[in-house]
């Protein structure tokens, strides 16, 4: 079954860091280029970043940009987003999709910004 | 960045009929659009993409034209399952942005 899973969500204050990953199952991870989409609680969706297959491309949102950094594990059949200096604008639900457009999508991980 | 602009924010309807929902860019994407149903609690789904072609699975009630700067997205004959919220993405530029969706509601 091709699925796709993230990890990593949770509780943080303003200013700290997360880890998310996207763990890839099904298919072949390194044939894919990959997207983070995230959706704040009642709100619309929002194209975070893009990377493709070879991480050679890297694209981030302004909101993002500086502060977020996405990469993969070709080898893991892994996706991640490191989050830095998060803001409470941040909390949202975080997919992963697969492709350049999202083909697949996770079931996302809630991250929550709030001292 | 491209904008899109979705309409209405919301359309009531029956089952049955005919639902038509549009998509508006701000600049051409040529016809690099996709349409994503979404349900509550869940992530969304991709019905079509490259502006006309249906995903695997999507049932043939579900179609979109369009290209340039308008588009559409033409469910003949809704069913049940499909009151939903949608919406438009591009990918022509970067960022890839999104509507800001259409709710499908019953009437």
């Known amino acids: 079954e091709v699925q796709l899973v993230e990890s990593g969500g949770g509780l943080v204050q303003p200013g700290g860091s997360l880890r998310l990953s996207c763990a890839a199952s099904?298919?072949?991870?390194?044939?894919?280029?990959m997207n983070w989409v995230r959706q704040a609680p009642g709100k619309g969706l929002e194209w975070v970043s893009y990377?493709?297959?070879?991480?050679?491309?890297?694209y981030y949102a302004d909101s993002v940009k500086g502060r977020f950094t996405i990469s993969r594990d070709n080898a893991k059949n892994s996706l991640y987003l490191q989050m830095n200096s998060l803001r409470a604008e941040d909390t949202a639900i975080y997919y992963c999709?697969?492709?350049?457009?999202?083909?697949?999508w996770g079931q996302g991980t809630m991250v929550t910004v709030s001292s | 960045e491209i904008v899109l602009t979705q309409s209405p924010g919301t359309l009531s309807l029956s089952p049955g009929e005919r639902a038509t929902l549009s998509c508006r860019a701000s600049?051409?994407?040529?016809?690099?659009l996709a349409w994503y149903q979404q349900k509550p609690g869940q992530a969304p789904r991709l019905l079509i993409y490259d502006a006309s072609n249906r995903a695997t699975g999507i049932p043939a009630r579900f179609s979109g034209s369009g290209s340039g700067t308008d588009f559409t997205l033409t469910i003949s004959s809704l069913e049940p399952e499909d009151f939903a919220v949608y919406y438009c993405?591009?990918?022509?530029?970067?960022?890839?942005?999104f509507g800001q969706g259409t709710k499908v509601e019953i009437k």
């Open positions: 099904g298919f072949t991870f390194s044939s894919y280029n």
């Open positions: 993405q591009q990918r022509s530029n970067w960022p890839k942005t």
């Open positions: 600049q051409s994407v040529s016809s690099y």
């Open positions: 999709a697969r492709g350049d457009y999202g083909g697949i």
């Open positions: 990377i493709s297959t070879t991480s050679s491309t890297i």
